[in-house]
């Protein structure tokens, strides 16, 4: 199937579009755009440069996708907007660029981005996450594979998602949220592990319970982040998620979301 672009779309000459893709009314694609192979356009769309688009993205209605950072310390100069293959814009997704000359804001694959969520300049975004409606990132942030934003939730500059974490509904997040952990509240508090949605990605059930007890030594034994990094060292086995966990707690610049 051909590229079908609308006689109302405005797509600049030095835009790359590739195959199959379908561009609908009144969209506008600027230059230095690069749109890949069957991406899905459907009305009122505007994609500014530069910006790279993987394969089989769709983007709804008024979505606004790699325009000039917000950061009002931005001086023009050129900035950057990666996207990976198979994600969802829903209407009025806003994706912007990064701050600094040659900076990258970068979203990975198979993504589903729910109405009016916002993804900031210079943020990293993994892959098969899900923004629920309003969900919001400050500059900075880092949002890690499978992480789920709860709709209105708010995350600060330089925060990071860990991988399989959860934040909750209308939560306040200024801290680092550990991977597998479920973070809710205002402030928000971690509240347990991710076990739902372990189970549903087939991890091993003595994964689940290793985590689990890396949960209780984190939160429940009054411990500080080193202690607790050392008890989880010395008493739980060594698997990738543990250590993915610890190395995560080992790295926080804003501390953990406690």
């Given amino acids: 199937m051909s590229t079908r ?31 890949g192979d069957d991406c899905w356009l459907q009305n009122h769309v505007t994609i500014c440069g530069p910006t790279r688009i993987g394969s089989g993205n769709k983007f709804y209605a008024f979505g606004s996708i790699g325009q000039r950072s917000q950061d009002l310390k931005y001086t023009v100069e050129p900035t950057h907007l990666e996207v990976g293959d198979g994600n969802t814009f829903r209407e009025f997704v806003t994706v912007n660029r990064g701050t600094s000359p040659g900076d990258f804001t970068r979203v990975g694959n198979g993504g589903n981005f729910l109405a009016y969520s916002h993804i900031a300049h210079d943020c990293v975004v993994g892959d098969d996450v899900i923004f629920s409606n309003n969900g919001t990132l ?6 890690g594979d499978h992480a789920v934003i709860g709709g209105l939730t708010a995350v600060h500059q ?9 934040t909750g509904g209308c939560s306040k997040i200024v801290q680092d949220v550990p991977p597998f952990m479920i973070a809710d509240g205002n402030p928000a508090e971690v509240r347990g592990i991710n076990s739902v949605g372990m189970e549903r990605h087939q991890f091993a059930p003595e994964t689940v319970k290793q985590i689990k007890e890396a949960y209780r030594i984190i939160y429940r034994a009054k411990l500080n982040v080193s202690q607790a990094v050392e008890r989880i060292r010395s008493e739980l086995t060594s698997t990738p998620e543990i250590e993915q966990l610890m190395e995560f707690l080992q790295t926080s610049q804003r501390g953990i979301v406690r």
């Fill in 158 to 166: 330089f925060c990071r998602i860990g991988r399989f974490a959860i």
């Fill in 5 to 35: 672009i609308h006689p109302t779309a405005i797509i600049d000459p030095a835009a790359e579009i590739g195959a199959n893709v379908a561009i609908g009314p009144y969209c506008v694609v600027e230059k230095n755009v690069v749109i």
């Fill in 138 to 143: 400050a500059g900075h942030v880092t949002v």
